[in-house]
């Protein structure tokens, strides 16, 4: 028997191990393995699972909307101890989610979730690749009734504006969004990108009250996989973590195309980029990890608490994505851990 182990290991700060961190595990591991087995440490697949909570409730009950609130915040604690959320090969159920907060206050009548997930891209800055990332599940259909529609009548499914037949191209509601990046020709503008319902990547730019988009095939989807792959494509920068002004030669101050003096990583051009993806799941009642390395994190989530009778907002969050709230990992549900170390010199045996 050939072939490589791969072991992904999760730190109790949360960040990654560094490279010779990764060779010396690798490298104890080996002691134990078979002659043709190769032990290779990874980083764990993060996948963050952001719900917005909406709990209504009885005015006459005797609780007030701030103490409701709290006992949801401590009942979702409980829910996430209870179920080991936050650990490698889990599944969230939006079922026992609802079920913990509903039984959070007795005076809570009614809950709504919308669920949206999270992950991110880590580019390697100043170089050209296709960066892929999937939710292993597959993802919302935002017009069932327009499938069939893409091709705009020039083959190339949909790449952009009238098509060889005369027709001007339809695109569904986006159940994907990025955050902002930049990119090597256009350094000065930050663009996103979103689906466009038929399997391919927009890439845009906003101008404050529309959409320039700059790309009609910046990238794939796979809506049965979740799987999207952006590129290829050159990125410099992202969220915040963008070029100084100073080493930019900007040609045009609305598209953002120019030049970059200093092009060099680190020194020029930032280094740990970082770009958040939003999804829209076509299936919120089970979201299962994608792989057996990956970590489902429940992001700390946002909690409304209105009287009976206050109209909830709609469980399929189209139209408000925002991943720009995530340009840094976000704050998740931690689980306290077990403070349980036990001892080599107590015995009973």
Request: aromatic share 8%; hydrophobic share 30%.
């Given at each position: ?11 109790k700060?949360?960040?990654?191990l ?5 060779r ?6 080996r ?5 043709s ?9 993060d ?6 909570v ?8 005797g ?14 604690q409980?829910?996430?101890i209870q179920?080991e959320?936050?650990?490698f ?5 939006a079922?026992?989610?609802q079920?913990a907060?509903?039984?959070a ?5 009614d809950v ?33 009734s327009?499938?069939g ?5 020039d083959?190339?499914?949909g790449?952009?504006?009238s098509?060889g ?10 159940v ?5 990046f ?20 927009r ?9 320039v988009y700059?790309?009609?095939s ?7 996989t979740?799987q999207?792959?952006?590129g ?8 915040s ?6 080493n930019?030669?900007i040609?045009d101050?609305?598209?953002?195309i ?14 740990d980029?970082?770009i958040?993806i939003?999804?829209i ?5 089970t ?13 700390t989530?946002e ?16 139209n408000s ?6 340009d ?11 403070d ?10």
């Open positions: 028997m050939y072939g490589k182990v791969y072991v992904a290991i999760k730190t700060t949360g960040t990654n560094n490279v010779a961190t990764k010396e595990v690798s490298a104890l591991l002691k134990y393995a078979m002659a087995i190769d032990p290779v440490v990874v980083d764990p697949d996948m963050y699972i952001y719900n917005k909406f709990a209504q409730y009885d005015t006459g009950c609780s007030n909307s701030s103490s409701i609130k709290t006992d949801i915040q401590n009942s979702i409980d829910w996430a179920t959320i936050n650990n090969n889990s599944t969230f159920r079922n026992a989610f079920k907060i509903t039984l206050n007795k005076c809570i009548s709504s979730v919308q669920t949206t997930l999270l992950k991110y891209i880590t580019p390697t800055t100043n170089q050209t690749n296709t960066y892929c990332v999937s939710i292993g599940s597959g993802l919302y259909n935002s017009s069932p327009s499938d529609d893409g091709s705009d009548g083959g190339d499914n790449g952009g504006g098509g037949n005369g027709t001007t191209k339809c695109y569904k509601e986006p994907i969004l990025s955050g902002t930049r990119t090597y020709d256009r350094p000065g503008v930050d663009q996103q990108f979103e689906d466009d319902g038929y399997g391919l990547l890439m845009f730019y906003n101008t404050g009250n529309k959409k700059t790309s009609n910046a990238g794939t989807v796979n809506y049965e979740g999207v792959c952006f290829p494509v050159n990125i410099i920068g992202s969220g973590n963008v070029p100084d002004n100073a930019l030669v040609t101050t609305i598209t953002g120019g030049s970059i003096i200093d092009e060099s990583a680190g020194t020029g051009l930032p280094i980029l970082r958040p939003n999804f799941p076509s299936n919120n009642a979201i299962p990890a994608t792989t057996p390395g990956t970590i489902i994190n429940i992001v989530p909690i409304t608490v209105a009287p009976i009778g206050t109209t909830p907002p709609p469980t399929i969050p189209l994505l925002t991943p720009g709230e995530f840094q990992p976000p704050t998740t549900v931690t689980i306290p851990p077990i349980n170390s036990g001892s080599l010199t107590n015995s009973c045996l």
